[in-house]
Nanobody
Framework: QVRLVESGGGLVQPGGSLRLSCSAS????????TTWYRQAPGKQRELVAR???????NFADSVKGRFTISRDNAEHTVYLQMNNLKPEDTAVYYC??????????????WGQGTQVTVSS
């Protein structure tokens, strides 16, 4: 079983920065794709950023130029660096990872979410 834990959320003023982490643990053989999603109150969950095993990335239009995504394969951790944050970035941010585990084959796991609040 593969478990994901997000961290790094909090309260920040507009224009500020936060770095979210998504750490995977368990019987991991490989992680193919890790995706950050967010869900604001009353809105649907939306894709924020994605990184593949080869390092390819893509971003929602609303965060391009402000957010970056990176991964540390040795630590099974993916980072979401968020700069120039805006109030509309306020949401619960979730991490999703797809890959393969030694014990159970393919996995598709979600973290518990971390709250990001952008407010003055």
């Amino acid at each position: 079983q593969v478990r994901l834990v997000e961290s790094g959320g909090g309260l920040v003023q507009p224009g500020g920065s936060l770095r979210l982490s998504c750490s995977a643990s368990g019987t991991i053989f490989s992680i193919n794709t890790t995706t950050w999603y967010r869900q604001a109150p009353g809105k649907q969950r939306e894709l924020v950023a994605r990184i593949t095993g080869s390092g390819s990335t893509n971003f929602a239009d609303s965060v391009k130029g402000r957010f970056t995504i990176s991964r540390d394969n040795a630590e099974h951790t993916v980072y979401l660096q968020m700069n120039n944050l805006k109030p509309e970035d306020t949401a619960v941010y979730y991490c999703n990872a797809e890959g393969s585990s030694w014990s159970d084959g393919p996995f598709d796991s979600w973290g518990q979410g971390t709250q990001v609040t952008v407010s003055s």
